[in-house]
């Protein structure tokens, strides 16, 4: 088992930048892939971006595209998203999970970490 912890969550006017922190403790990054996901108030959670860890392939959703990148070693323990370019639409709970075998179900999750874009 692993515990992640998200940071890096707050407030920030629109067209701000913002890069949130997931820290896997008291190891390296585990599993096959690793991803960010958000839920936007009264919405469902959705998945933003993902990295799978033996290529190094990310996939980033078209609604972030250009906007947001992922990053991450599974040699550290800590894992990114970069967003720039925020505008309100992007606020939401973020979150990161851990999927074990490449089964692309996500089943180790972090507390989540909060994101406010203001206008």
């Known amino acids: 088992q692993v515990h992640l912890v998200e940071s890096g969550g707050r407030w920030v006017q629109a067209g701000g930048s913002l890069r949130l922190s997931c820290v896997a403790s008291g190891r390296t990054f585990p599993g096959y892939s690793a991803a960010w996901f958000r839920q936007p108030p009264g919405k469902d959670r959705v998945l933003v971006a993902a990295?799978?860890?033996?290529?190094?392939?990310?996939h980033v959703e078209d609604s972030v595209e250009g906007r947001f990148s992922i990053s991450g070693d599974n040699t550290s323990n800590i894992m990114y998203l970069q967003m720039n370019d925020l505008n309100p639409e992007d606020t939401a709970v973020y979150y990161c999970a851990i999927d074990w075998d490449g089964s692309a179900y996500f089943d180790s999750w972090g507390p989540g970490t909060q994101v406010t874009v203001s206008s």
């Open positions: 990295i799978i860890w033996n290529s190094h392939r990310t």
